[in-house]
């Protein structure tokens, strides 16, 4: 399916989601339409959409349908915020979730914690979210940087353990956090030996890239970290092949999405290595079945594979209908008691909505781009990732301990 195709069903979904109906039960949803992470938002609305379809045939939440009330935040953080503020003051929004940018999240959070609402974030990574701006009104459903750290280090310990590493970060919340947790697990703090390079965001140029690599390639380091997102890192990486460096050094990406290897195409991404929470991949390898049922359902509707973005948006609206209806109300605080602890399977295996930081605690994946040939044997050309390794969320997640300790680095309370 097209593009224009695709956003063309799009506009008719929004209209027919977003028609207001008697009785309904609104939930705000609050993502980016345009901007460096639109690819990543228009995944989120996608499997947003099939999780309202889904809820609402089998009798909403309640017995009320869902209607869900669509803000783009492009990204920016003082946007996402005041379309949280209007989704719960104008639109009395039970529940807000969406975003891709961890600033916009954490932004967001913040306006639905004054409003006593509930804020989901889908693809937030930085460390902050449920951890330095971490509040009782803020559940995360995808792990956190350090966690993709931990979990990447892992692999690469044997085989660049005592190498050199070099960093390119956006200089925004989730690389700072990103990096730092990246550079405390593979023992790359020193960042003398270790040097790095921050690019700017939201507003970063080819020029700035270009600039960043040419640092990295005079650096000659064995491993080249890209503390990059969505556009930004499917520019960056392209350059870096068009330099030689792929050649060179071994390239991660922290935080990988299939909407952005598909972006950057199977040539350019063979062989890259990052972190994701969820990969279509997985359900299969693993014998998931209800994760293979939301992979087929999703290419039946869209004629494409669902991303993590798409996995997380469709999560998180099954996990709010369950805990209102464990809960028997709405009730924010209710809801926060249904949610905190609970265990559940839902596209992978086990999940926790841990009680202490609202981190959803979940197994990592390790994944390696494969080869052009391997990605085109897929009939939708999708088939970017291998499973190369995992690491369980308990080992992953950080311990009390150790949350707390940024909480007071922070000067925050050591509770939510």
């Known amino acids: 399916?097209?593009?224009?195709?695709?956003?063309?069903?799009?506009?008719?979904?929004?209209?027919?989601?977003?028609?207001?109906?008697?009785?309904?039960?609104?939930?705000?949803?609050?993502?980016?339409?345009?901007g460096r992470y639109k690819?990543?938002?228009?995944?989120?609305?996608?499997?947003?959409?099939?999780?309202?379809?889904?809820?609402?045939?089998?009798?909403?939440?309640?017995?009320?349908?869902?209607?869900?009330?669509?803000?783009?935040?492009?990204?920016?953080?003082?946007?996402?915020?005041?379309?949280?503020?209007?989704?719960?003051?104008?639109?009395?929004?039970?529940?807000?979730?969406?975003g891709v940018s961890s600033a916009v999240a954490i932004a967001s959070g913040e306006e639905a914690r004054k409003r006593d609402r509930l804020y989901f974030g889908t693809l937030t990574y930085s460390n902050a979210t449920t951890g330095s701006a971490g509040h009782r009104h803020m559940f995360r459903e995808p792990f956190n940087a350090w966690m993709a750290a931990k979990a990447i280090s892992h692999h690469l310990q044997n085989r660049y353990a005592g190498q050199k590493f070099f960093y390119i970060t956006a200089d925004y919340t989730w690389g700072w956090s990103t990096e730092s947790s990246m550079r405390r697990f593979t023992d790359t703090g020193n960042d003398q030996a270790h040097p790095g390079v921050k690019t700017p965001f939201p507003n970063a140029y080819l020029k700035d890239f270009k600039a960043a690599l040419d640092k990295?390639?005079?650096?000659?380091?064995?491993?080249?970290?890209?503390?990059?997102?969505?556009?930004?890192?499917?520019?960056?990486?392209?350059?870096?092949?068009?330099m030689g460096l792929k050649d060179k050094m071994q390239i991660v990406v922290p935080n990988l999405t299939l909407g952005m290897a598909q972006d950057v195409g199977p040539?350019?991404?063979?062989?890259?290595?990052?972190?994701?929470?969820?990969?279509?991949?997985?359900?299969?390898?693993?014998?998931?079945?209800?994760?293979?049922?939301?992979?087929?359902?999703?290419?039946?509707?869209?004629?494409?594979?669902?991303?993590?973005?798409?996995?997380?948006?469709?999560?998180?609206?099954?996990?709010y209908r369950d805990a209102v209806e464990r809960a028997g109300t709405t009730d924010t605080s209710a809801v926060i008691r249904a949610l905190e602890d609970y265990r559940y399977s839902l596209l992978k295996d086990e999940q926790q909505w841990r009680a202490f930081d609202h981190q959803n605690v979940q197994t990592v994946y390790v994944v390696r781009s494969k080869t052009r040939e391997e990605v085109m044997d897929d009939p939708m050309g999708a088939d970017y990732f291998e499973i190369v390794d995992t690491l369980d969320g308990n080992t992953a997640a950080k311990t009390l301990e150790e949350w707390q300790e940024e909480r007071r680095e922070a000067s925050k309370p050591l509770s939510l």
């Open 1 to 34: 399916m097209s593009l224009t195709r695709l956003c063309c069903a799009c506009l008719v979904l929004a209209f027919a989601v977003s028609t207001h109906a008697a009785d309904t039960l609104k939930i705000g949803f609050n993502y980016p339409q345009n």
């Open 39 to 98: 690819d990543q938002g228009l995944q989120e609305r996608l499997g947003a959409f099939m999780a309202v379809d889904e809820i609402n045939q089998a009798g909403g939440i309640l017995g009320k349908p869902i209607e869900l009330v669509i803000r783009n935040n492009s990204s920016d953080p003082k946007q996402g915020a005041a379309n949280t503020a209007e989704l719960i003051d104008q639109e009395d929004a039970a529940m807000v979730f969406g």
């Open 216 to 242: 990295a390639d005079a650096a000659n380091p064995e491993v080249l970290v890209m503390v990059l997102f969505g556009d930004d890192m499917v520019r960056a990486l392209n350059l870096a092949y068009e």
């Open 267 to 319: 040539t350019i991404m063979e062989g890259v290595i990052g972190a994701a929470p969820w990969v279509w991949e997985a359900p299969y390898q693993y014998d998931y079945p209800r994760g293979r049922q939301f992979v087929e359902e999703f290419a039946r509707r869209y004629e494409m594979r669902p991303s993590s973005a798409a996995a997380s948006a469709y999560s998180i609206l099954h996990q």
